[in-house]
């Protein structure tokens, strides 16, 4: 019973590297997001895929691309990563009904250096 | 702007007392609210969802929502140091589909001293 799955759980990059974080769930689940999480800005969100085939911005999507490769995969991508970038990210999936609870993955935290 | 607010603590309750967690938003058409734990350096673990007025009971947990104070709060009963962690309010803000995401408030950090 995996639930939602995010590779990896830690990296390390240099500034402007490029690298993109895998998340898969397995809940037949329409919607997923990616958050970040910084010390004392609580949980934010980047971006979203209300469904297959659609994705949109969150409140923080600048320096993110993702890519909805199927119903069970939500891709991040961080074309050139910046010190600011780092933190911890979530990804999180939801049921059909537009008010259902997300379920978090075990996250992937990223330091720029 | 649209909000979550949480006292970000920490708030210390001794084992066996009642621990209480509150949570202000700022949007008054908010459907659908939730209650997250999360243990230091774990994923959110979902606790509650509430989306009614009222009081809604799970084992010793109670969410409880008044949408006309726009307030939404978690007691949890008979307080163990396993609860000792951040408890994260989360709201689907405005009217829309959960599929815009949620909005958090920054975390209450709970401390269960036995």
């Known amino acids: 019973n995996a639930g939602v799955t995010q590779t990896p759980k830690f990296q390390v990059l240099k500034t402007g590297q490029s690298m993109t974080l895998q998340c898969a769930q397995d809940m037949n689940h329409n919607s997923m997001y990616w958050y970040r999480q910084d010390p004392g800005m609580g949980l934010r969100l980047i971006y979203y895929?209300?469904?297959?085939?659609?994705?949109d911005k969150g409140e923080v999507p600048n320096g993110y691309n993702v890519s909805r490769l199927n119903k069970r995969e939500f891709s991040l991508r961080l074309e050139s990563a910046a010190p600011s970038q780092t933190s911890v990210y979530f990804c999180?999936?939801?049921?059909?009904?537009?008010?259902?609870?997300?379920?978090f993955g075990d996250g992937t935290r990223l330091s720029i250096l | 702007q649209k909000e979550v607010e949480q006292n970000s603590g920490p708030l210390s309750v001794p084992e066996g007392a009642i621990a209480s967690l509150n949570c202000t938003y700022s949007d008054r058409v908010s459907q659908s609210f939730f209650w997250y734990r999360q243990y230091s350096g774990k994923s959110p673990e979902l606790i509650m969802s509430?989306?009614?007025?009222g009081d809604k009971e799970d084992g010793r947990f109670t969410a409880q929502l008044n949408k006309a104070s726009q307030y939404v709060s978690l007691l949890i009963r008979d307080s163990q140091p396993s609860d000792s962690a951040t408890y994260l309010c989360?709201?689907?803000?405005?009217?829309?589909?959960?599929?815009?995401?949620?909005?958090f408030g920054k975390g209450t950090h709970l401390i269960i001293q036995p």
């Open positions: 989360a709201v689907i803000l405005g009217s829309g589909g959960g599929a815009d995401g949620l909005t």
């Open positions: 509430i989306y009614s007025n």
């Open positions: 999180a999936s939801s049921g059909h009904h537009s008010n259902q609870p997300q379920h």
């Open positions: 895929s209300a469904s297959e085939g659609t994705t």
